[in-house]
């Protein structure tokens, strides 16, 4: 696979670049290695009537983890306590959550990766500008990097996901706030 397209918000190219390179040069070496057209699975399932052989999000998904871990980037996973203070008095919940969690695709030497293949355009700012932050708030990364397919090679996806222009224009839409975290974003083609 490549890359089609660069986004950095809040500067998060340039310190990617300076302080992170060895990370970076990795994660092109992982999208390189991914060759996309192993991952073609049946028939349009947007419109049963056109025969077209589609890629698999899901197991390019996979694909990629595959990739990550032989490189001994891990799962980033952070535990939630959620608060029961909040809770008007008299209300008691029927259940209560248990075993909750955050998780973030992947983490080596505080970057954390994002993996975008099977997610809504929502998500995909969520990533960002809450939970990036919140695992920097917990001192698990210092910068991050999302991986997202261009609206090209979205179109040709067996399901609907988000891409990389409208994910860049949400972005350019909402601003930098002071609790963001610098983020490069990479559009990937075939």
């Not at 049963?48 to 996979?62: F, G, I, K, N, T």
């Not at 990739?67 to 008095?89: D, L, M, N, S």
């Not at 991986?147 to 179109?155: E, Q, R, S």
Request: one cysteine or more; aromatic letters at 14%; charged letters at 20%.
């Amino acid at each position: 696979m490549i890359i089609a397209g660069i986004y950095s918000f809040k500067g998060g190219k340039e310190f990617i670049e300076t302080k992170f390179a060895v990370e970076l040069a990795e994660t092109k070496q992982i999208i390189a290695a991914v060759d996309g057209s192993t991952y073609k699975i049946g028939i349009n399932q947007k419109n049963a009537a056109l025969e077209q052989v589609l890629y698999d999000p899901a197991s390019l998904s996979r694909a990629f983890s595959i990739e990550f871990e032989a490189r001994h980037w891990q799962k980033g996973k952070i535990r939630c306590e959620y608060p029961t203070e909040y809770y008007v008095h008299g209300y008691v919940p029927a259940t209560f959550p248990n075993d909750t969690y955050r998780e973030i695709d992947f983490v080596k030497n505080r970057v954390g990766i994002g993996l975008q293949f099977s997610k809504y355009a929502s998500s995909m700012v969520y990533n960002v500008c809450a939970k990036m932050t919140i695992f920097h708030n917990l001192d698990l990364i210092d910068v991050g990097i999302e991986i997202v397919p261009l609206k090209g090679f979205a179109d040709d996806m067996s399901t609907g996901v988000s891409y990389f222009e409208q994910f860049v224009w949400d972005l350019e839409h909402r601003g930098v706030a002071d609790i963001d975290i610098p983020v490069l974003i990479l559009g990937i083609a075939m």
